[in-house]
Structures are given as C-alpha cells and as structure tokens.
C-alpha cells in the first residue's frame, strides 16, 4: 500500500462516469507484461495526480526528474491511450496504474456497505491480489485527497434502486478456498452476481442497480486485500495461498459476515485445524512383465514390480485423484475437499520423489516395468513402510536364501570335476539369481578362480539361440582364450574385431548356447551402435572397476547391454569412492541404489547411515569370499615393510624440490589441492620419483648407485636368489624397472630376467616362460600393464618397488603371485623411503581398507588428504627418522 494516495481531482459527474467503465473488462485490452508492470506502479505509489472529466482521465507521475503521463479515453465501447511517452507499453502500463487508482477512489466515495475497507485486518501485501470483475489492483484505499471545493458527494445514479443482499458461498476446491457470489431475490432465488452465469441471467433479468454495481466493486476490493484472485469466465473468487487460509478464517471471514451474507461448506470449517500430516505406505506385488526397456534386462519370469502408494489421513484412504494432487505439491500443504489441509512429512515426500527420479532415471514407468528386485532398495529404507503381496514376499525370501550346496554333480551337469567346494557355491550362487531374474556381482578375491566359475555357469545353465558376451581388458582376452580352450573347448568362440558384428551366427558345435563373444573394452565401445539390435544371453564384465566412472563413454556403452543375466567380476569393486560401487550397479540392477544424485546427496547428508543401507541393499546380489576363508589350501601371505635409505643425491633433491614447491604453492593443503591441482600433483610426481630413483627426474644423470632402493633391492636379493626362489617386482614406473633391468644384470648376469610393459605385444610368452623357468628367475611387472590377468604363482617372493595409494590395486598385483595353484609361503616386501611422502601415505591406506571392509569385506575408498594434514610441508618434507644409507654414513666419517 502506498504511504500516501496520489492528488485527485474529479467531479460527481466525472467519478459517475468512471464508476460505470469500471463494471466492464478493461483489462482485456492489455497485455499481461503491461497488466504486471501497471500494478507495480501503482502499488510502489508512483502516480502523483489523477484527474478525471466525464470523457478522460489524466494520470501524472514524475520519474527521477522526469515528467510522465496518460490520457484514457473511452469511446465507442473501448479504450484507448495516448501518453507523453514513446513506450507504448509503458504508457499503457501507467494507464494501468491509473485505473487502480480510480477503482480506490470509487471505492472511497460511493461505497454503501456498512464498514470502510481500511477498518478490515490485513492479510498480507496487497500485491499479491490479482485484478477481479472490471477491477484491478489493490483494494484497499488511501484517505481521499480531492482538491478544496470538491465535493465528496454520490453521484446521484449510484443512489437509484434497492441493493439486493450478496450471498457469497465458500467451498474448498483442490486449489484452494474459493466463494462464488450470488444475488438472493425476496421469494429466495440466488442469481449469479459474477461471471459468464451473471452475463447471461442479465440478458432476461433487469440490470443490477448502482448500489449493487457498488457493492460488486467494494467486494472486489475486501477479496483483493485478502488475497483472493478473480476468474472472470466463472466469476469464482479463489484464495490459493493455502497457509493462509486458517488466519482468513479465524480473523478476516468473520468481519465480512457483517458485509454479505454468508454460506460455508460443512468442510470448511476443517481448515481451522491447520495441516494434518499424512501417512504414506507403498504396496508391492507383481504382475506380467511387458517388454524391457534398454538395459533393464529380459522380460521379467516372475512379473513386474507393480507398486501402489497409499497415502491416508488418519483412517481416510486418500482416492487415486487427492494422492495424485498430494505427490505433485511433494512436501508442500494441500487442499483436500472433505479433509482439509494435508502434507507429507519431508523425509517421506522426499522418499516419493526419489522413487518417481528413479524410475524415470531407469527408463521411467512409460517405458519400462520396474523390475522385483527394487524392493530390496525399498526394504532398506525406515523412512517408509512396505507391503509386500504373499507372491512377491515368497520371491524375496527365495533370492534371500540361496539353495543348499548339492553333492558333487556328475560330468554331464556341464560342472568341470576339478571346481573347488567354494567355486561349485559361486556357480550356484549365480545359477539361484539368475533363475530369480536377479544379477550379480561376484566379489572373489583374485586368485580364487571367478573366471572358471562364470565360465562353468555358462556351460552348465545355456539360455539356446542367443549370444552370450564377455566383455574385459584387452590385456585379459588372451585369459578367457585359454580359459576355455582348456575347460570348456565345446564353446563357440569369437573374438570382437573392428571387422565383426553380433548378427554372426553358431556354428553347428557340442554347445547348445549361441556365440561367446570376447570383448575388450574399447571394442565394444567401437560397436556401440550394435548393442540396441542385439540381446544376449548373459553379458559378464571381467574387471568391472573399468565401469567406476558413470560419465565415461565406456561405461554409458556397457549400461547400454541388453542381457537377460548379467554379471560384474571385480576383486576391487570400490577402488577410489563409493560412487564406483553405485556405477557397477547402476549396470547389474538400474535403480536398486537410486539415482546418481540421491546417492551422493545421502552420503554426504549421512554417510554412516548410508553407507549400512547400501551395505542392507547390495547384500543379497554380492559374493565376496577372501583366500583366508575358502581357499585354506593356499600358503600363508607375510606382508612386510622394507625401509629405504635416502642416498646423498635423493636427500639433497628432496630437500630442494619440496623447499621450492612450498614456495610455489603455499604451505595451505586445501588451496594446493582446490586451486592448484596440476602443480599439486606434479610436486608429488616428482618427490616420489626421488624416492625411488634421483635418475628418474628428467634434470639429473645419476648412476645406479644414487637409488637408495635399487641398492637395497639388489642386496635383499642376493639370498633370495641363492636359495632359487623365482620373483616378482612390480613398480608404476616403466622408467624405473628399466634401470631395476640394468643393476640386475650388473650384479646378477645369469639371472633370467622377464618383463612386461605396455610395450610388450604377447603377454602369455613371458608369463609362461618365467613360469616353466627351472630355478631362480625375476619378473619385472608394470602395475598398469599386468596388475591384472596373469598367473604368477611360480615366485614366492613380491618386491613392491614404490608404495601405490590405492590398496586394492596392490592387492590385486599381489593375487598374481598369491593364488590358486601357489604352494609356497608368499612374501611381500614393500619398499618404502622413510621420512619422506611415501611412509606418510602409506599410513593413510588403511582408510581405504576400513571403508570397503564396511561395504562388500574387501578392500578401496577414498580419503581426502585435508582431513589428514593440517598443511602441506606436513605432507611433504623430510623428516629425522629417515633410515640412513650406511655406505654414505661411513663417507662422512
């Protein structure tokens, strides 16, 4: 409301005039920009003088200096506008401003009703009331600043004629509250007062008197100060603002029932109540399954997840429409006739929401059936109840409880005789969540056989006529290859080239199942588009932390597979975050964890208690098994840290590196790592490359001698050696096992050396060379071209030249060694440079064990090195208790 009225000049003549214009739909001949920018001059109180004649009105406002103004004619039943602006739009939006003023001014003047609309309580900002019948703007009206002289008398034709009473009946609708106006004739007719219904009872009726034409108009002014809007076809007033309504009840309704004549709704008094909070409960049971959508696997054998919400108010049952209303509005209140005011608690709206993002992010209801198993994701959530139908509860506690393990099976169940007590479970683990239309991710340890169980599935649970797929890094086809040449040579085999496609039909074979295709990775992205025109059997995916990221191409393809069973072979399945357990199954089971979204937003909220409801989730379609656990036959692991001496050259280097990267960066840790982070990493990249050799770093030309690591590992390896033990060093840096290759030559020169780098083209030549080797021999292995896929269990010592950040990766470099078919104690020797970053970081690793202990009893997560050191020379510089070179110690002497 503005703190004063503008300066008003008129005649009885002139404010009659426009008192009758006002009964019409002015607003129609604007536009709704100009209709919203007229109401905001109006109200901010921008309009300094009004005039009115019995032909215009003249509106006046002056603008930072500047001098405005409009003149309203109305001439052969329209409007027009002329103004002292070239902004039509403008000019008519103070025409705009102009009519609200004069709407106040035949407010103040003529109103016969009992009580002024300013004695009436406010029940907000007056901008929010949009404009009612032939009025627009707000209604409540400032004192009268009509000139000395002019009279504030009636026009003489707004006294003609009785006024009939004005009933105004209230009943709740969906939107809100809202009355409809009615003229009560002496013999207790009700004639529709607003709308098209008034237009047309007018046309057999004699016309409304001034009076009434008065009382319409006060009426729209006391319906506009309480925020109601105005629908001209109807003529249904509606107050929408749903918390306000209890305070419009209680301290405005009772003030207009000395205005008009007033009938409630029995319901309405509900409102007085305020919001009652609805239950909601979700009710499962399954039906036929339809097609599935991409990715979502088969048709569904046990039918589809059908679930229905059901939403109550105390013993109500909301109908199909007011639950509709309520899911739509979410967490906010809404207006039920016959109930009242409901809303849904925020955890439970927000249980609802994430449901409906879910299936949408899956392929969404229109498109897919919901498959059984997100009732397991459902199941898991306190914050909402679960029915289950006694079909669909039978089905769950099938998937829950794995049959018993059956006796030793004969050759003819397709089971190789050679499987392992604990590979024969893993088989028909997988065999009870495929035939329950369940997938699932077979966690072993490396080194306990997971290929040679999938392998075993296939053979002995054949879906016939349909293509199965492996997909796998292409370092590990050559694996499958010979994996099935000697097991399972029945199978019909193909390799994916640039040149093939799935279309290629079996061979006529011993195998009733289609082709077995053998993917790398990268190849099956290059066949992207075929995977939409093909179904396979069973789609496995070897390795399956190569999916962790959700954003990659390669793992958008892979979600793309349509498979009637799908399996996921990962030793590490959390190698870095949580997040790579939600990609991995975001492909086995879509939707079981939630959208990508509201998983990251529930770890960050809760971590704790997420992290135990996705352990509760993922529990049933997961098998993890340790060697300790199963394999008893495997010899005993002993882990070791080996402490390395700094030479002269390295401590020197270190030294000066670390002071210049200080200097660089700051000693902040968070603004290093936010801010900075490529310079970050390379300070790291460059201190770990002194640690493990000063030649490493492209400024310096050091002999051999000047690696404090090297000159260890060639003196441990002295005994190992005599003794004719084979072994394995792996190392990140290729450049580092080159020069490893170079002193072992030097002190070693007729100790078989072999190698793999990711330069070397046939990966099985050197492993079956080292293997078969008769006495000592070393495998120099880089740890990203064969940490995985090879069978190393000749050696029994590991040497782990430089410390890796990610536990499960060096885990899966020690399987290589420690694995089925190992006889002989393993012994594993990290090398660590003491006082300096390599020990610092090796004590944060164990972070990483708790967390994937937590989730699937293995090994990964993640760590934030801002919660570990309170700055970054904490990190980095060296420290006292380094291990000192005893030849350089003797030097000094």
């Not at 309009?47 to 215009?56: A, G, I, M, P, Q």
């Not at 994916?496 to 079996?506: G, M, S």
């Amino acid at each position: 409301m503005q703190p004063h009225g503008p300066k008003r000049i008129y005649t009885p003549q002139s404010l009659e005039f426009w008192f009758e214009k006002l009964e019409s739909d002015w607003a129609r001949f604007f536009s709704a920009g100009q209709l919203d920018e007229g109401r905001r001059i109006y109200r901010d109180g921008e309009v300094r003088e009004l005039e009115l004649t019995d032909k215009d009105a003249i509106i006046h406002r002056r603008i930072q200096k500047k001098d405005e103004y409009a003149v309203i004619e109305w001439e052969n039943g329209r409007l027009h506008v002329r103004s002292s602006s070239t902004d039509q739009d403008l000019a008519k939006a103070l025409a705009i401003a102009g009519l609200h003023e004069i709407e106040e001014l035949v407010c103040d003047e003529v109103s016969p009703l009992p009580l002024e609309i300013t004695d009436l309580p406010a029940a907000g900002p007056a901008d929010a009331a949009p404009p009612g019948p032939g009025v627009s703007g707000n209604g409540a009206a400032p004192a009268s600043s009509a000139p000395a002289g002019a009279p504030a008398a009636k026009p003489s034709s707004l006294a003609s004629g009785p006024a009939r009473p004005l009933l105004l009946v209230f009943t709740i609708q969906p939107a809100g509250l809202a009355f409809e106006a009615f003229w009560q004739n002496p013999d207790g007719i009700r004639i529709p007062a607003l709308g098209q219904a008034a237009s047309d009872a007018a046309k057999s009726l004699p016309a409304i008197t001034s009076a009434e034409r008065a009382r319409l108009i006060g009426l729209a002014a006391y319906s506009r100060k309480a925020h109601f809007s105005y629908d001209q076809k109807t003529g249904v007033y509606l107050l929408g603002s749903i918390g306000a309504l209890p305070d419009f009840l209680r301290a405005i309704l009772p003030a207009w029932k000395r205005l008009f004549a007033i009938e409630i709704a029995d319901d309405v008094a509900l409102l007085l109540d305020g919001p009652r909070t609805l239950e909601i409960e979700a009710v499962a049971s399954t039906r036929p399954a339809g097609k599935a959508a991409p990715g979502a696997g088969g048709a569904q054998p046990g039918g589809a997840l059908d679930l229905r919400w059901i939403f109550k108010a105390g013993e109500r049952l909301l109908s199909d429409e007011e639950a509709a209303l309520v899911a739509r509005r979410g967490a906010q209140p809404t207006l039920l006739p016959g109930i009242g005011i409901v809303t849904l608690a925020p955890e439970r709206a927000e249980t609802f929401d994430q449901w409906q993002r879910n299936l949408s992010d899956i392929g969404g209801p229109g498109s897919a059936s919901p498959s059984p198993y997100l009732v397991f994701s459902l199941f898991n959530d306190a914050r909402l109840k679960l029915v289950l139908s006694p079909e669909l509860e039978a089905w769950r506690q099938r998937v829950l409880t794995p049959p018993a393990l059956s006796p030793a099976p004969p050759p003819a169940a397709g089971l190789p005789a050679l499987l392992r007590p604990y590979q024969r479970r893993g088989v028909e683990w997988m065999r009870h969540l495929a035939d329950n239309d369940c997938h699932g991710l077979l966690a072993d340890e490396m080194g306990l056989g997971k290929t040679l169980q999938v392998l075993s599935l296939l053979a002995s649970r054949p879906v016939p006529d349909k293509p199965s797929l492996i997909v796998c890094p292409a370092s590990v086809v050559p694996v499958w290859q010979e994996e099935i040449a000697q097991f399972f040579p029945q199978f019909t085999v193909e390799v994916l080239k640039n040149t093939h496609d799935f279309a290629v039909r079996p061979q006529t074979g011993l195998w009733s199942g289609g082709v077995l295709w053998l993917a790398s990775y990268a190849q099956l992205r290059r066949h992207r588009e075929q995977l939409d025109a093909t179904e396979f059997a069973y789609a496995v995916l070897d390795e399956g932390q190569f999916i962790k990221n959700p954003d990659a191409k390669t793992t958008k393809t892979c979600f793309a597979i349509r498979a009637a069973h799908r399996i996921v072979l990962s030793g590490t399945p959390l190698e870095n975050r949580q997040l790579d357990l939600w990609s991995i199954f975001r492909y086995l089971l879509p939707g079981l964890l939630g959208t990508r979204a509201a998983f990251e937003a529930a770890l960050a909220a809760d971590r704790e208690g997420t992290l135990a409801r996705i352990r509760a989730q993922i529990a049933p379609f997961i098998l993890r098994r340790t060697k300790r656990e199963v394999a008893t036959e495997l010899p005993q692991k002993v882990e070791m840290e080996l402490l390395c001496p700094l030479t002269d050259v390295q401590r020197a280097e270190y030294a000066r590196i670390c002071s210049e990267g200080l200097e660089r960066l700051g000693d902040d840790m968070n603004t290093a790592l936010r801010k900075r982070s490529f310079g970050f990493l390379a300070l790291l990249t460059r201190l770990r490359q002194i640690c493990c050799d000063p030649d490493m770093v492209p400024w310096l030309d050091t002999p051999v001698s000047d690696s404090g690591k090297i000159k260890l590992l060639v003196e441990k390896l002295a005994e190992i050696i005599s003794g004719g033990h084979k072994v394995v060093i792996f190392s990140q840096f290729v450049m580092l096992l080159e020069r490893v290759h170079e002193a072992l030559a030097a002190a070693y020169p007729d100790l078989p050396r072999f190698e793999i780098t990711g330069m070397t083209a046939d990966r099985l030549k050197p492993v079956q060379a080292f293997q078969s080797a008769a006495g000592p021999a070393a495998f120099l292995v880089s740890l990203k071209a064969g940490g995985t896929g090879i069978t190393l269990h000749a050696a029994d010592y590991i040497f782990l030249l430089d410390p890796w950040w990610n536990p499960a990766v060096e885990e899966q470099a020690i399987d290589r060694v420690h694995r089925i078919g190992q006889t002989s104690t393993v012994f594993v020797y990290r090398m660590v440079t003491a006082g300096t970053i390599e020990e610092r970081i090796q004590a944060l690793k164990e972070t990483k064990r708790d967390l994937f202990e937590k989730l699937v009893g293995g090994l990964g997560g993640d760590f934030d090195l801002t919660q570990h050191f309170s700055s970054l020379r904490d990190l980095l510089q060296l420290t006292t208790n380094e291990v000192v070179d005893p030849e350089a110690e003797f030097a000094t002497i």
